[in-house]
């Protein structure tokens, strides 16, 4: 399930079903993509268009990601509608937390501990999917039944649909929530991230290859995948 060829940048398939799932409204969301400082970035709000500009990009040590919240129309306006431009060299506004209108999401973020720059083992990938399965449990038992289950190719994304305001309350909000599974879930194999409640937060654009570090057979590049939605894990 999790291993990609090396030489796999994208899955276009699962690219269209991440922003169906995300972008159900067909709002606007940026992609970057990243490789050491250098920041590509794009607005979108139809996926073919986003498909055929990364077809044009050199994602080779890249790491591509996805603005999970609903952002303001005027983002529409902006230089790299429908096209990726270099923001670190031409200094051109990427999404800032003003951009955002609502959050929709509480994201919670399961990445194995493990060194800095490098990729996940089996090993680690197995402490992260037993978190995954805790805090389902525990969140169904809070009535938060509606989710996205997602492989960030290094670990596991869980991400709960809200409709929430961006102001302060809501923010605190989601930073509770996750501070408080962090004190409940995390131990010294896998974190709960409590570093995801500011609005402009991006998430790993599912559908494209993680690479963190060498791909080595121990530490592979995985291909990151939708897995399944709470409708699935109910039925």
């Known amino acids: 399930m999790f291993s990609a060829k090396e030489d796999c940048m994208i899955d276009e398939k699962m690219i269209r ?11 606007i969301f940026e992609v970057r993509i ?4 250098e920041i590509m970035s794009g607005y979108f709000c139809d996926p073919s268009k986003l498909i055929e500009n990364l077809r044009k990009q050199d994602l080779k040590q890249t790491n591509v990601y996805i603005t999970l919240h609903e952002l303001h129309e005027g983002c529409f306006a902006r230089l790299q509608w429908n096209q990726f431009m270099n923001a670190s060299r031409l200094k051109i506004p990427t999404t800032s937390d ?7 999401f509480i994201p919670i973020d399961l990445d194995p501990v493990r060194p800095a720059g490098i990729s996940s083992s089996e090993e680690e990938l197995k402490y992260a999917d037993e978190l995954r ?27 709960y649909r809200v409709d929430l305001p961006n102001n302060a309350s809501s923010e605190k909000l989601i930073k509770g929530y996750l501070n408080r599974l962090d004190d409940v879930f995390s131990n010294d194999h896998c974190h709960v991230d409590i570093t995801n409640y500011n609005p402009s937060r991006i998430f790993k654009l599912y559908g494209t290859l993680a690479q963190k570090g060498r791909h080595t057979e121990n530490r592979p590049h995985r291909m990151s995948e939708i897995l399944f939605t709470s409708e699935k894990y109910r039925g």
Do not use: W
Not at 17 to 27: C, N, S, T
Not at 34 to 37: A, E, L, P, S, W
């Open 133 to 159: 399965l805790e805090i389902i449990d525990y969140m169904d038992d809070q009535d938060f039944t509606d989710y996205i289950c997602g492989f960030s190719g290094n670990g596991y994304h869980l991400l």
């Open 98 to 104: 003003n951009d955002v209108t609502r959050y929709k």
């Open 17 to 27: 079903r991440a922003v169906e799932l995300l972008k159900p409204d067909e709002g």
């Open 34 to 37: 990243i490789k050491g400082f």
